[in-house]
């Protein structure tokens, strides 16, 4: 994976503790122009989302010339236990409950439909990462020159995939 030196390289990726240190290791980027955000999935699940904001900023205040989405084949970290702690607790059932309804019949902005739909999330990562990386390329914010790109790691067999 070979980089210009002096351009400046935004990592956005996911909370993998071994992540990091690949791509400082593994993709021969120089660390003085390397930013990395990370969020608990490297998913923008809507064009103006927090995650995207953070984009933007980067991109504007410290001239990112590139955006690299990682995704990893270590990413199936069981979420379902996660949800189901969620859908069982009684509190959270009947505030899920109105909040559907709110989103069914009061906001019809809300782009997933329902609490679930939203806390579930994309099936897998790699669908994930493709529309964020969609998102982000075609964003109006996102200057024109900004490269877009996608990363998939194989953290067991230390592989990095570039999909342009």
């Known amino acids: 994976m070979s980089r210009d030196e002096k351009k400046k390289v935004l990592f956005v990726i996911g909370m993998e503790q071994k992540l990091e240190r690949f791509i400082k290791e593994e ?3 120089n660390l003085e122009n390397t930013i990395i955000l990370q969020a608990y999935q490297p998913v923008v699940s ?3 989302d927090d995650l995207m904001r953070d984009i933007i900023i980067a991109v504007y205040q410290d001239n ?3 955006i ?10 069981n979420t379902g236990d996660i949800l189901n702690k969620i859908y069982k607790n009684k509190e959270l059932q009947n505030k899920i409950q109105t909040l559907d309804y709110l989103f069914k019949n009061c906001m019809p902005e809300f782009p997933e439909g329902s609490v679930s739909v939203w806390l579930e ?4 990562l790699k669908d994930g990462v493709q529309k964020t990386v969609n998102f982000i390329r075609n ?11 996608e990363l998939y790691i194989d953290l067991e067999n230390e592989k990095v995939s570039e999909i342009v």
């Open 27 to 29: 993709t021969n980027v």
């Open 46 to 48: 809507h064009p103006f």
């Open 64 to 66: 990112v010339e590139e």
């Open 68 to 77: 690299v989405v990682a995704s990893t084949n270590d990413f199936q970290k």
């Open 121 to 124: 999330g994309y099936k897998t």
């Open 139 to 149: 964003h109006p914010l996102l200057p024109s020159h900004v490269k877009v790109k």
